[in-house]
């Protein structure tokens, strides 16, 4: 079954993938046969500390100072992104948790598009008054 992966990957920080400090990577192992799928990157505090530190930048230059409008908007688009790729997303959750296919499509997915198109609108009726 081709996933179109990459042979490995590394976290994703600050919007690109950055390869882990020390840089170790661990087999992801499929529980369809019990053979290595990717190789994942294997975090360390360091890692943490980096993940970190970059969200609360991000989050205290931008997002913090979004509007309530354009915080919605990107959980919709978040959402609209996992719908147009959900075949090949549960392809991939297929192989790695040892789901049928069918679970996968019928509730994994649309629950994921579902509840970020739930909290893009809770967020809406958020305004942070009283």
Do not use: W
């Not at 500390?49 to 931008?62: E, G, I, K, L």
Request: contains cysteine; hydrophobic residues 40%.
């Amino acid at each position: 079954l081709d996933l179109g992966l990459p042979d490995k990957y590394d976290h994703f920080i600050g919007g690109e993938f950055v390869k882990p400090a020390q840089g170790q990577y661990f087999d992801n192992i499929s529980p369809i046969d019990g053979k290595p799928f990717i190789k994942t990157a294997r975090g360390t505090k360091e890692d943490v500390d980096n993940a970190v530190q970059t969200a609360r930048t991000a989050f205290d230059s931008t997002f913090s100072k979004a509007s309530v409008t354009e915080r919605s908007n990107m959980l919709l688009k978040i959402a609209d992104l996992v719908e147009a790729n959900a075949e090949r997303l549960a392809k991939i959750e297929c192989v790695d948790n040892g789901k049928a296919i069918r679970e996968c499509m019928a509730a994994d997915i649309p629950l994921v598009i579902d509840h970020f198109r739930y909290f893009a609108g809770v967020i809406r009726g958020e305004e942070g008054t009283a």
